[in-house]
């Protein structure tokens, strides 16, 4: 996939971009992501943060760029493609789609030229300095290269298919993000006027992509396995005089694109697009900057790309592979301190969770609480002979993970329902292979509403209890059942036996199973059918209470917000008088502190150890808070495309819990928090006084610290709800 040719005056320059996004409303989307990233690398560039920790965020960032470029520049390239350049309005900052991807892929040059001087000059000195060491092959002793060989020759040669560009060789199929090595070549044989030939060795996908290699006591030394590779093409191409060689890696298109009419299921329309996505046309490539201009050329050339599309890297191709170093490098000093979470534990007259749960509501907020509680909820219900049916909603689970396992055995005894999203991107095969396996155990498998991805996180539990009466048990939740990312993502859980909100979620599955909807799904909010204008409506609310003189603020907690009609209820309500605290982590459209629109809305975002994951929207409505949990983000893909929940959290010390120390805290956090300013960019918070980060804080809680978010950071807004609420 290539993008237009440029005509003159047809690039956007950074000053014509600063104009119009003075003008309008609401930040791009695409915009707002790179800096999202941003401040993913500021943890990578933080010398406070231990050092292997580091350069894992830096990882995160190259993972997370490669996701933005397959997806959302592949989309830009579709559309300009496609002829929908001129022929759609402009968007939200009155750029056409050309105009958003110059500016993007000028942006996005920036960020990798930004990471590889974090690897070259922070990371790799500190990573010298307390000796773990990546070595180029002439770095090796004789010790480490003959270890170094013996692995080649065991287990990377067996693998290696090399190729020779010409007629009777056509250029390989070189797959999605893979590593590869380029080399320029000319036949021995031929003499020195004989033409120059490309050759392409895939680097193998099923080997680590870092070598550990013996090396003194105290010391870690690597070797990358492409490097290893490189160091043996001469080997590879007998009758070649290797002229130059390079690292370089191709991201494709990975949009999915869903024909209805052309599919007779779900399952098999995925089936097909994952066989097509590789198919996907080139988007970027990445080489090394020490590759000739000879070889850069005949790839790029080769691949369909325009010049901006190729991307020259200081140092290996492919950033995210250093995550390997985290778990090869035994050096705890080099990592956060370990943290166990909290334990649930039954009160002391309850006889197991059912009984618990008939007496109150268990909420709990991960990982500080530890979601084994939620697995064994699911492994009760499957291990319980008076639970007559089980109900579960799966969008990204783990391999290996009790609660699948715990489905496919209940399934051989009771009635089970799962509702598997088949569009989980980049899960999609894991998650068709799990379909069937369930299946195959007597489960009875659903995959939504087309049209629709399931993304709410649903559990429902049917028992005969002892007294003879049939109950239904539920858990929601804002995260995945996925008891891996359960360790290091901020959500909230809430375990129930309430029938005003576990008859409501039962609705929600036959929706799910039969798209029968219902009248009303309240307490519960429920996206594509309530939630949109419910949650307008809560915002209207607070404008109407301000406007009387009553108390009236927000609260809310999110991955991201884009929605314009909800963002646009929210300058209403600023307009009105009401204070608005937004808790964003990743993008967001809404441009805070604006005079006469948005003075009133203040916009953070905390990245840090854990990635906040949590949505909690909390509203003063007049003196009767109202707080809410769920599965959406305030985007139209949530609003709109999914099917999403959003629970209320009624129970009094659960309801202080989320306003007094969860909120609370990530409200007043000025270690980890940025700010979003006027014009886009994110400022660290004041750090004046006492330090504090609400992770931090939140970890010494559930390890048992009688501690409280110090009085003088808790935001007005919260002090005045306290007040409100006792």
């Known amino acids: 996939m290539t993008a237009t040719k440029r005509t003159a005056g047809n690039s ?25 990233n941003q401040r993913v690398l500021e943890e990578a560039q933080d010398e406070s943060n231990p050092l292997l920790e580091r ?10 760029l490669d996701e933005f470029v397959e997806i959302r520049v592949a989309g830009f390239l579709q559309r300009i ?7 759609q309005p402009p968007d939200e900052g009155g750029f056409t789609p050309q105009e958003r991807l110059d500016g993007l892929m000028v942006r996005i040059h920036k960020f990798v030229e930004a990471q590889y001087k974090c690897l070259n000059e922070q990371l790799l000195p500190a990573m010298e300095a307390t000796k773990i060491r990546i070595l180029r092959w002439g770095q090796l002793s004789d010790a480490a290269r003959k270890q170094a060989l013996e692995f080649y020759e065991d287990e990377v040669d067996p693998l290696l298919t090399p190729v020779t560009i010409d007629p009777s060789h056509p250029f390989p199929r070189v797959l ?59 080997r590879m191409f007998r009758g070649y005089e290797v002229l130059s060689r390079s690292a370089f890696r191709v991201t494709r298109n990975s949009n999915l694109y869903m024909q209805e009419e052309e599919s007779r299921s779900v399952l098999e329309s995925v089936r097909a697009e994952l066989h ?154 894991s998650n068709i292979r799990w379909a069937r396996e369930l299946e195959d155990a007597g489960v009875g498998v659903f995959h939504g509403i087309f049209g629709l991805k399931t993304h709410c996180k649903l559990s429902l539990l049917v028992r005969r209890d002892p007294d003879g009466v049939v109950r239904r048990y539920a858990h ?27 008859e409501e979620v039962q609705k929600v599955f036959n929706y799910l199973t039969a798209e029968t909807e219902a009248e009303s799904y309240k307490p519960l909010l429920v996206a594509p059918l309530t939630l949109a204008d419910s949650l307008v409506a809560l915002i209207e609310r607070e404008a109407a209470h301000a406007k009387a003189g009553r108390p009236a603020s927000i609260i809310a907690k999110m991955n991201g917000l884009l929605d314009r009609r909800t963002i646009e209820a929210l300058y209403a309500a600023s307009k009105a008088g009401v204070e608005i605290d937004l808790i964003v982590r990743g993008m967001c459209s809404l441009r ?10 203040r916009v953070r975002s905390i990245v840090g150890r854990f990635l906040e994951h949590s949505r909690i929207f909390s509203f003063a409505n007049g003196g009767k808070e109202e707080v809410y949990c769920g599965s959406a983000d305030w985007m139209p893909r949530n609003l709109i495309e999914r099917c999403e929940v959003v629970f209320p959290i009624t129970q009094p010390d659960q309801h202080k819990r989320l306003r007094e120390e969860i909120l609370a805290a990530y409200l007043a956090d000025n270690t980890k928090a940025r700010i979003l300013q006027p014009d886009g960019e994110y400022e660290r918070a004041s750090k004046n006084g006492t330090q504090f980060s609400a992770q931090d804080y939140l970890m010494r809680i559930a390890e048992g610290a009688d501690e409280k978010v110090p009085n003088e950071k808790v935001p007005e807004a919260v002090k005045h709800e306290k007040a409100a609420v006792h």
Request: proline residues 5%.
């Open 592 to 601: 805070p502190g604006l005079k006469g629109v948005s003075e009133r809305i």
């Open 55 to 64: 350069v894992k965020f830096l990882a995160i960032t190259a993972s997370n």
């Open 176 to 234: 999605n993000k893979a590593l590869c090595i380029g080399l320029l070549l000319r036949h021995k044989r031929r003499g020195i006027k004989a033409p120059t030939a490309l050759g392409v060795v895939t680097v193998p996908r099923a080997l680590p992509r870092l070598v550990s290699l013996k090396s003194p006591e105290g010391s870690c030394d690597f070797i990358l396995l492409h490097e290893l590779v490189e160091s043996q093409v001469e």
């Open 81 to 87: 493609e496609d002829g929908y350049n001129l022929a």
């Open 476 to 502: 929601l939740g804002t995260g995945n059942y996925n008891p891996v990312t359960a360790r290091f993502y901020t959500d909230i859980s809430l375990l129930t036996s309430k029938p005003e909100v576990t």
């Open 276 to 429: 097509n996505r590789r198919k996907g046309d080139a988007v970027r490539m990445e080489i090394e900057s020490t590759a000739t201009e000879e070889i850069v050329e005949r790839l790029r050339i080769n691949f369909e790309l325009e010049p901006e599309q190729v991307f020259r890297t200081d140092g290996p191709v492919n950033l995210s592979r250093l995550m390997n170093l985290y778990s090869e490098v035994k050096r705890p000093q080099l990592k956060y301190p370990a943290f166990v979470a909290k334990e649930f534990k039954l009160s002391a007259k309850s006889t197991d969770i059912f009984d618990e749960l008939r007496k109150r509501d268990v909420m709990l907020h991960h990982p500080f609480d530890s979601y084994k509680a939620v697995e064994e909820f699911i492994e009760a219900g499957a291990k319980d002979s008076s639970v007559i049916s089980m109900k579960q909603t799966l969008y990204r689970t783990s391999k290996d993970s009790p609660i699948f396992t715990a489905l496919t055995e209940a399934g051989q005894s009771k009635e089970v329902t799962v509702v598997v999203e088949l569009m989980a991107r980049f899960d999609e095969d």
């Open 12 to 36: 956007t320059s950074p000053k014509k971009a600063a104009e119009k996004a003075v003008e309008t409303l609401f930040f791009s989307r695409d915009e707002s992501w790179m800096r999202f």
